[in-house]
């Protein structure tokens, strides 16, 4: 099991439809991050918080909105999808802030999203 | 040229081998480097962390990193079938710029 807990492991929504992916961490971590990985490829990043502040936008689409409540909660509001944004979501989290890369990324399982 | 090149096989060996899986990159400003080993539909795994050059062992796994030649290789012994995942690359330069993946080299180990 990882330290970083993702809810749901599986969503299936359709293009009208408005839901979220929760990310938490208890490591004291001051970084979180939110990656697309398609299968075969790599992760991509799309958000970096650092310190409860969103840092990085990789010129996401704004049907992806990325929320921080608290520095051990992230969570991604998804609303008018697309098929091709099916993927699985990637949270991670690292203990020092983004800008100091000293600290590995830690992942979650992921949630794997369907989009119809 | 790609920033990190790496072959994504697949790679496939018999138990008890040893593994030798590489990447090499073009950026030498980067200093900081990871190996993730990622099984099927869960999230990648950090297996090694590394500063710089030289090499650095955990069990069966050694990383060594070779800044000259700006190559990084992830040695596996004493392969195992449960070995059988993907393994990604990672690095970054340490300055805030985002972790540069390489694209991965599935391994399968057979019994």
């Known amino acids: 099991d990882t330290e970083v807990t993702q809810t749901p492991k599986h969503l299936v929504m359709g293009m009208t439809n408005k839901k979220s992916l929760k990310c938490e961490q208890h490591?004291?971590?001051?970084?979180m991050y939110w990656y697309k990985q398609k299968a075969k490829k790599p992760p991509e990043l799309m958000f970096v918080?650092?310190?409860?502040?969103?840092?990085i936008n990789e010129s996401v689409p704004s049907r992806f909105s990325p929320e921080c409540p608290n520095s051990s909660l992230l969570n991604l509001h998804l609303h008018a999808l697309q098929p091709e944004d099916s993927a699985l979501y990637l949270c991670a989290s690292s203990q020092d802030s983004f800008s100091s890369y000293n600290s590995p990324l830690h992942f979650g399982n992921g949630t794997r999203l369907t989009v119809t | 040229q790609k920033e990190v090149e790496q072959d994504p096989g697949p790679l496939s060996v018999p138990e008890g081998a040893i593994v030798s899986l590489n990447c090499t990159y073009s950026?030498?400003?980067?200093?900081?480097f990871m190996w993730y080993r990622q099984y099927s539909r869960k999230g990648p795994e950090l297996l090694m962390y590394?500063?710089?050059?030289g090499n650095k062992e955990d069990g069966r796994f050694t990383a060594q990193v070779d800044k000259s030649s700006k190559y990084i290789s992830l040695f596996i012994r004493d392969s195992q079938p449960s070995d059988s995942a993907t393994y990604l690359c990672a690095m970054s330069d340490g300055a805030g710029t985002a972790l540069i993946f390489g694209k991965g080299t599935t391994l399968s180990v057979s019994s």
């Open positions: 950026n030498s400003a980067f200093q900081y």
């Open positions: 490591m004291g971590h001051r970084a």
């Open positions: 590394t500063y710089s050059s």
């Open positions: 918080y650092s310190y409860e502040k969103l840092s």
